[in-house]
């Protein structure tokens, strides 16, 4: 399996836009959503990104317009300074995240693909908030224990972002809880991954989708019942699960 856990190179989208994983089943509607309220506001340096990566090969691994802007809107509204993100592909998510932040903020991005985020990078200098984003190459894991272990990490992160490998969520879920602050915010994307999570299991499935499907059940499950955080769960692009950690 590929190591995104996320849709494939040239995978067919009944959708036209790049990184469109709306689930909303008008696409007339999802069309007036971008029109009305999202690329019009949409900042120039995120234009151009998006631009850019829609010649990527894997551009249907990218955060849609519309969530980009659900993010840039939440950081600001939760007032977050120390962020984190796993999952940086070409940097949408990235960019939203940088331009949402003080001129002082911080996000520890970590991605095992370095040359897909200098793919961004240009765009993010332009946008004038690279000074705000530390990037990793490398898995993620091994960073979240190693901060761990140095203690000074513990309770300190405002919000975190996860868009990575799906088989991972809950390891990354058992660490980061400890890791972002009482009231912080943790974000998993795809969390209704393709609609499948509601889907009988022998319905027809992509290879991938069906593959990635048991490990979101499972997360998804786990968060439910979690007494350390509140949790809401959004149909925004392909399904977003925000959790609050309250003790
Ligand atoms: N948030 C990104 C955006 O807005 O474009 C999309 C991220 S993409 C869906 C998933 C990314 O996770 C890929 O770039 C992949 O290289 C990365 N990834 C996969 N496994 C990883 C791991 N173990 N640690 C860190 N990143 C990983
Ligand atoms: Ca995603």
């Given amino acids: 399996m590929a190591t995104t856990g996320e849709a494939q190179p040239n995978q067919v989208s009944r959708h036209q836009e790049v990184g469109h994983k709306s689930l909303l089943q008008s696409d007339a509607l999802y069309q ?9 506001r949409e900042p120039e340096a995120m234009k151009e990104l998006r631009e850019v990566t829609a ?14 802007q659900f993010l840039n809107m939440l950081i600001k509204l939760i007032n977050a300074k120390n962020t ?4 940086v592909y070409t940097g949408y998510s990235l960019l ?5 932040l003080p001129d002082d903020g911080k996000i520890l991005a970590m991605d095992i693909n370095r ?9 993010i200098q332009k946008a004038g908030v690279a000074h705000k984003i530390d990037f990793r190459e490398g898995p993620a894991l091994p960073v ?10 513990h309770g300190t992160f405002d919000f ?12 990354y879920h058992k660490r980061l809880i400890d890791l972002v602050k009482v009231g912080g915010v943790i974000g998993y994307d795809n969390t209704l991954w393709n609609g499948s999570v509601a889907a009988p299991p022998d319905a027809p499935m992509r290879k991938y989708v069906r593959y990635y499907r048991d490990f979101v059940l499972e997360l998804n499950k786990a968060l439910a019942v979690d007494p350390r955080i509140e949790i809401c769960m959004l149909p925004v692009g392909d399904g977003i699960t925000l959790c609050r950690r309250i003790s």
Avoid at 96 to 100: M, S, V
Avoid at 164 to 169: E, H, I, R
């Fill in 115 to 123: 040359e897909n985020y200098e793919l961004g990078l240009p765009s």
């Fill in 160 to 171: 975190i972002f996860v868009d990575a490998d799906k088989d991972n969520y809950l390891n």
């Fill in 84 to 87: 984190m993100e796993i999952g």
């Fill in 55 to 68: 010649k990527h090969p894997w551009n249907l691994m990218t955060t849609s317009a519309d969530e980009g």
């Fill in 32 to 40: 007036y959503i971008l029109e009305t309220s999202v690329h019009p």
């Fill in 144 to 153: 979240l224990d190693q901060m761990l272990e140095d203690g000074k990490y």
């Fill in 96 to 100: 939203a995240t940088a331009l949402a």
